[in-house]
């Protein structure tokens, strides 16, 4: 009896190693599954952001932080299926995990190179891991291809696809440009503003009739309303300044001025649940799901302190994002379907 038990334990640890029919899509839809709602902060059940979008059988994912190929592991998504990166910028909250998920994504049989795409920086992000995981995929090469098994090292490398947008930001008007188009699926970059951390991208996701943007890290920024005008979902970052002054005061007071003073910078260039609202209104989506939730899981969070305020903006459609979060569009529909892994 105990032999079966462990047995049965040892198949379901295993299951997590295989392509997942608990994260298949519906028959046809535009599907997104939230697999990192956290900020740079070290958060319990939050990692860093992260957000997959699977379309047209192929999986995509927006930014990919630390911790994220661990929850996508665990909802057994279909990791050979991904196609693409798109990476917002360039701080290590949104990249972390790269090297580990393409990793585990030429593992579990991925058919093609993992695209990274994105704003310029991206060529040297994706040479600088193919550099550091070499030994890796020298070593599982020599070790696992056999037998019929193939472990290609040229799928092992990323390959970059960057880009380019005008360098200076235009606060009046939409930069974007397409930056990927399969099997009706486009996916357009639209430049926000997240100083210095330029330039800084928002990725909108267009299938047959159903839309998603996300906005990677930005304050906020108008012309991001008009290139998500008509989205059904708006995922954007939020943080709460008057949250992060009083965490960088207390720091101060308990004399660790050097976080305090790093902490008070990140002021600047982020978006409060109300101004993401304002945004959503203004863009008229239909949802708003907040993520990048640099507050969420510290002692003094609740979610009505974070969002103090939202009420009165008139947008009444938010919700915060969870790990695990689904959000389906049916096409043909125009439900939004909202699920937990
Ligand atoms: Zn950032
Ligand atoms: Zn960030």
Not at 90 to 96: A, C, P, Q, R, V
Not at 99 to 104: L, S, T, V, Y
Not at 147 to 154: A, E, F, R, V
Not at 255 to 283: C, F, Q, W
Request: charged share 20%.
């Amino acid at each position: 009896m105990r032999a079966k038990t462990l047995i049965s334990a040892a198949c379901a640890a295993l299951a997590l190693l295989t392509a997942g029919a608990a994260a298949a899509q519906a028959p046809d839809s535009l599907k997104v599954t939230i697999c990192g709602s956290g900020g740079p902060l070290p958060i319990k059940d939050r990692a860093k952001p992260c957000v997959a979008v699977q379309a047209g059988g192929a999986l995509y994912l927006v930014d990919v932080g630390p911790e994220s190929t661990e929850n996508l592991q665990l909802w057994r998504m279909p990791l050979a299926t991904v196609r693409a990166v798109f990476v917002t910028h360039l701080h290590s909250d949104h990249i972390g995990d790269l090297g580990e998920f393409n990793m585990q994504s030429w593992v579990a049989g991925r058919a093609a190179p993992l695209e990274v795409v994105g704003p310029p920086g991206v060529a040297a992000l994706a040479a600088g891991f193919n550099q550091a995981y070499g030994p890796d995929h020298g070593f599982r090469n020599a070790h696992h291809e056999h037998d019929g098994i193939k472990l290609p090292i040229p799928l092992g490398l990323l390959k970059a696809k960057t880009i380019a947008l005008p360098a200076t930001p235009d606060p009046k008007a939409v930069q974007e440009k397409l930056a990927w188009s399969q099997d009706g699926l486009t996916v357009t970059a639209i430049r926000v503003e997240h100083h210095p951390a330029t330039p800084a991208y928002a990725y909108r996701f267009d299938y047959k009739g159903r839309s998603v943007v996300v906005s990677g890290d930005t304050v906020k920024w108008a012309p991001l309303a008009e290139a998500a005008k008509g989205a059904d979902v708006l995922i954007h970052e939020a943080q709460n300044n008057d949250m992060t002054r009083q965490m960088s005061g207390g720091l101060k007071m308990l004399g660790n001025d050097r976080i305090a003073s790093i902490m008070a910078d990140t002021t600047t260039y982020h978006t409060s649940p109300v101004e993401a609202a304002e945004l959503a209104k203004a863009a008229g989506v239909k949802q708003l799901v907040l993520y990048h939730l640099t507050q969420a899981g510290l002692p003094f969070f609740t979610p009505e302190g974070f969002t103090k305020g939202i009420d009165k903006v008139g947008y009444l459609d938010w919700r915060l994002a969870k790990d695990g979060m689904t959000i389906e569009l049916p096409v043909g529909g125009t439900e939004v379907k909202f699920g937990q892994n």
